[in-house]
């Protein structure tokens, strides 16, 4: 299982705590040890000194009893009497001091019988002394009684000073001992505990040294990776912003011509309606001449006056022809002028251009129309000239011209529709082309929020390059940093 930093830093310091925790633990006991070793021999010393000086407390009261026998002075009493305090005195340290050695406490209890007999014999000689004499006392001294019991205290004092004596001894080693644990503990486990969490540093450094290492080598090899992109993107950036803004030029330079076009097709759609207005002029005339053919027919002793009629009638058609003449010049005109605009318009004007095609070949059939209505007016104005001459023909040409008429109707009629439809049509271009204009100014304006957003974006990769480069500046930094601690270490 792979640990983090921190757990491993974490197990550095609980293995440090660990060691320093055993030193003081080990040092602690060590040091009790030797302080209660120091306390037991203390004691010891007590008991050794307190029975020395129970001993020497006897042998000042014998002293004290022997020289006021020898003398009889009250003053030879005086170390008597203050080896009775002592001696209670020292007997009660001893109970004190031995108060947890049941043995001890057992040899005390003889040892104070003892003293007590050694006492009563002490006062004895003395009162003897004092009341019969030297004599009456000397004979107490010498059968040795008092003499026995001291005897027998000097040998319990020596037993239980002895003892002492061994286990103050004991003591002793024991405070060698424990002080030399304690020098072991503090003089070698202080250097090992110093070599262990040094190594244990160093360790823990290298591997977290090379983990850092590792992790920063591929920051920078992500950070130069992202620089590199992100330089990609910011160039990718400018480039569509380029390319955004040379679109929205291009769109605008389309909206003018979409707006130039919106307008021919108007002066399209207005000449298409003028030419049907005409067209109908023309239609309702060729009515009027039928009808008038019809009345001369009727009314054929009239001849001059139809003859006159018709040579003015003959002249309106003239002009009319005149008129769809130049119609159909302007119609073949319109229908250039709409092929070469549908042609710029592309995919979107082919339909218009098909319609355009009709117009001009309506126009070229108007034309041949005009020109064949043209020449029939001609043959009617020679007829009429020659009507004079050639009554009896009237009635024929009259019905020539009837007939005539009756072509020129329906070629009227046909021009008449073809320019409805032309109108028509042209109403549907000026209809798309508004639709085209409406277009292009949302195009315009969709292509303007895509350069403003493209503006945006350019600066928001721009602000990624510069955070890559401080990326990869940073991973840069933190390489040496490792480099020059691993150097030094």
């Not at 705590?17 to 602690?28: E, H, N, R, T």
């Not at 159909?328 to 549908?342: G, P, Y």
Request: hydrophobic share 45%.
């Amino acid at each position: 299982m792979k640990l983090s930093i921190g757990a491993k830093i974490g197990i550095g310091y609980a293995v440090a705590l660990l060691i320093i925790a055993v030193l003081g633990m080990a040092a602690y006991r060590n040091a009790s040890g030797f302080d209660e070793a120091v306390q037991q021999r203390v004691h010891d010393r007590q008991v050794l000194e307190n029975l020395s000086a129970m001993l020497s407390s006897m042998q000042d009261a014998e002293t004290g009893q022997r020289g006021y026998v020898i003398v009889g002075a009250d003053r030879y009493l005086d170390p008597y009497n203050a080896a009775t305090i002592s001696a209670h005195k020292n007997l009660q340290n001893l109970r004190a001091l031995t108060s947890a050695n049941p043995e001890q406490q057992r040899q005390l209890d003889q040892l104070q019988s003892l003293i007590s007999a050694k006492f009563d014999e002490l006062k004895e000689t003395i009162d003897l002394r004092r009341a019969k004499g030297f004599d009456a006392a000397l004979l107490v001294v010498q059968t040795d009684k008092g003499k026995n019991v001291m005897d027998s205290i000097r040998a319990l004092i020596a037993d239980m000073s002895a003892k002492a004596e061994a286990a103050l001894e004991q003591r002793d080693a024991e405070i060698n001992a424990k002080s030399s644990s304690v020098i072991h503990v503090i003089g070698y486990g202080i250097p090992i505990a110093f070599v262990v969490l040094a190594l244990l540093c160093f360790v823990i450094a290298r591997a977290i040294t090379h983990e850092l290492r590792d992790g920063i080598t591929r920051l920078a090899s992500s950070a130069s990776e992202i620089l590199a992109t992100t330089s990609q993107v910011a160039s990718a950036a400018a480039q569509t912003a380029t390319a955004v803004t040379q679109t929205t030029s291009t769109a605008e330079e389309v909206k003018q011509t979409a707006q130039l076009t919106t307008q021919k097709a108007r002066y399209v759609l207005e000449s298409a309606q003028k030419a049907a207005n005409v067209s109908t002029l023309g239609r309702t005339a060729v009515d009027d001449t039928v009808q008038g053919m019809h009345r001369i027919q009727e009314q054929m002793e009239s001849i001059a006056d139809s003859i006159v009629r018709l040579s003015e009638q003959g002249q309106t058609i003239g002009e009319i022809m005149a008129t769809v003449n130049g119609l159909a010049e302007q119609s073949n005109l319109l229908a250039v002028n709409a092929a070469i605009e549908a042609a710029k318009a592309g995919e979107e004007g082919k339909g218009f251009g098909v319609v355009a095609q009709e117009i001009k070949s309506l126009a070229e059939q108007s034309k041949q129309a005009t020109a064949q209505v043209r020449a029939i007016l001609g043959d009617i104005q020679k007829a009429t000239s020659s009507a004079v001459l050639a009554t009896e023909q009237g009635s024929k040409a009259v019905e020539a011209g009837v007939k005539q008429s009756g072509e020129t109707g329906e070629s009227i009629r046909m021009l008449a529709d073809s320019i409805t439809e032309a109108a028509q049509a042209a109403t549907q271009i000026a209809a798309s082309s508004q639709q085209q204009m409406v277009g292009m100014d949302q195009v315009v304006l969709a292509m303007e929020s895509i350069k403003q957003t493209s503006t945006q974006n350019v600066a928001g990769t721009r602000q990624a390059e510069e955070a890559a480069k401080s990326l990869h500046q940073l991973g840069q930094r933190l390489r040496e940093m490792i480099g020059s601690h691993r150097a030094t270490a």
